[in-house]
DNA sequence: CTGAAAGCGCTTACAG
DNA sequence: CTGAAAGCGCTTACAG
């Protein structure tokens, strides 16, 4: 089978102890061992094609040089990205990383923490689900480094990034209203998670502020799950009412595309019928008749700062608990009706 | 710090050797211990929340139960799917799988390679890039169980999944010309990779069996990299010549993208100045004017199959080398000009 | 039925 | 400068 070559096998052929096998081709180490040997040492762990096992080195060590990533779902552009962007990072730090989908579901990321820690990952970066801060506060009590990412519990603290969701939702709220637009509304996800109440506080105190007084239908919250047809009957009941909306803010991109493609059914003309903000850029919408002003969120540092901010943890260098707002961007183009 | 508890704490705390805590807490070991102390120990297992340590038991039993999966590029829905499909069927048989990028790189797969195998998972499954022959090879050589998806080597005998890409581009031709169009372009990867070749193959043939005799300046070829500019210059020319091309198939999702965008900035019509195939579905097309007509890869049971046989291979039940065509579905819609 | 012991492949404190 | 030995946390063949 594989990998049969071990530090013992080398330290036979050469005539020394694995110890020395082990000083010899471990970099740091070098005053350990003559010159001379480690040379002959080299040459057998090259000519024998010597692959350390890195099972047993993490066993010894107490460290896997391994970080685990839960994500909603990968095969979500947004979630894709970030999964991609933390294995560069984490690779250029010389770590590897496990990733799991939770599909939002807090039994599957309950399973998907245990499996991490018990392959004894170093650290955690979680986009942690609906109902889940049992979970972060059993890592808390376990002193298990972790830091969350897109979405945090304000009333447990811990490490995260995060986007100011309330101030990109206020910007593209109140950019709709300078654009003129009397009735806005807003299709979110309902959950008590705190991204997305700062989203919707930030649509309300953007209405307010504007002097808009919110009409409570035009405020929409869906479910995971069926969203097709519940953002359906949603947008339904934003356009029906006497009060029709006249612009329509998406808290995901996900709600944009469902909605956006009911709205092009009814033959509801952007940005004239109907003015859009949407939540995220992507392919999806490369094709969309009408170029979409979006909230632009920064993946990339997204993605990168959450690495950072658990290596520097599990280093203890950062003494405790970093929390990061990084700002998104609105990005405006013509279907909010302004250009 | 984490994980403090051990088989040893248990044992010291029951008063029961390390051996009969394992024997007692490992299912169909039942016999080895009596009922009674069995209880004490999964009591006592309970209380102080044993986890155990996989990386030990990885260390003893030379598995890990864990699959490594190089891809491409995880940021790519297509191979995102294929991630998250692969993920979850492993998980199902009790694997966790660990994922690299490749990028279509060599060297980088070959890092990842390392990497994996340094980790021990205990097999791998591999979206192969050009020029990766060497890494089969070696694979088969170490005699580490693997197999290819997507992708292989015609003239390197390995398991693989793939789907019967000349087959598909065969159809998608045919369909164009049945459809009356005369003057068929292909936009494909300018890749030695065989599934490329087959794609364009399949091309060349449907052209010939439909009398029509291929323009050399109908089947252009870009490279990874500068996509965008690339595919921009080569639709120019195949629209450029006197026998400007009146149906084009794209070899990829990404290539019918940009290929699009250009196409549309063209004010070129869909399918009456053009008529198009293209190869996968997803949301990028979502919002485009004209329904595409496109390959419909089998994704699902690509990624499930994958992992099916890498398993089957590891238990060493199939006795060799399996080789599995699925068959593409041709979907047709408004953009081939026939409905 | 039960447990002491060896060993998976490493690393490193320690003694020579 | 060098190497024997212990030990990371498990499992299991083996002896009692």
């Not at 993490?58 to 552009?77: F, Y």
């Amino acid at each position: 089978m594989r990998n049969k070559v071990s530090l013992k096998d080398i330290a036979q052929k050469v005539g020394v102890s694995t110890a020395a096998v082990s000083y010899a081709l471990s970099t740091g180490k070098e005053g350990k061992v003559s010159e001379e040997v480690a040379n002959r040492i080299k040459a057998a762990a090259k000519e024998l094609n010597y692959q350390p096992n890195q099972i047993a080195k993490s066993l010894k060590m107490g460290r896997t040089n391994t970080l685990g990533l839960i994500i909603a779902d990968v095969s979500n552009p947004f979630f894709a990205t970030i999964a991609r962007v933390v294995e560069d990072e984490a690779n250029k730090h010389g770590y590897t990383v496990i990733f799991g989908s939770s599909d939002e579901c807090p039994e599957r990321a309950w399973d998907l923490i245990n499996v991490l820690l018990n392959r004894q990952v170093d650290g955690l970066i979680i986009v942690p689900s609906e109902a889940s801060e049992e979970q972060i506060l059993y890592l808390k009590d376990q002193k298990v480094p972790f830091v969350l990412i897109d979405r945090y519990f304000p009333e447990i603290s811990s490490s995260f990034v995060a986007i100011n969701n309330y101030k990109a939702a206020y910007d593209a709220v109140m950019h709709l209203a300078k654009a003129g637009r009397k009735r806005i509304g807003m299709l979110a996800y309902k959950t008590s998670l705190f991204h997305m109440q700062e989203r919707k506080r930030g649509y309300q105190e953007a209405l307010r502020d504007s002097g808009l007084s919110p009409d409570e239908n035009w405020l929409k919250e869906v479910r995971h799950g069926d969203i097709k047809n519940e953002v359906k009957t949603a947008v339904e009941e934003m356009l029906a009412s006497d009060d029709a909306i006249d612009a329509l803010f998406f808290a995901t991109n996900t709600l944009a595309i469902n909605g956006l493609k009911y709205i092009d059914s009814l033959k509801l003309k952007v940005p004239d019928d109907l003015a859009i903000v949407s939540f995220d850029e992507g392919e999806a919408f490369d094709f969309y008749y009408c170029p979409l002003t979006f909230v632009r969120q920064p993946v990339v540092e997204l993605g990168n700062k959450s690495v950072q901010l658990l290596l520097a943890q599990m280093s203890g260098s950062d003494g405790g608990i970093s929390q990061v707002h990084l700002d998104p961007e609105l990005v405006i183009r013509k279907s909010s009706g302004l250009v």
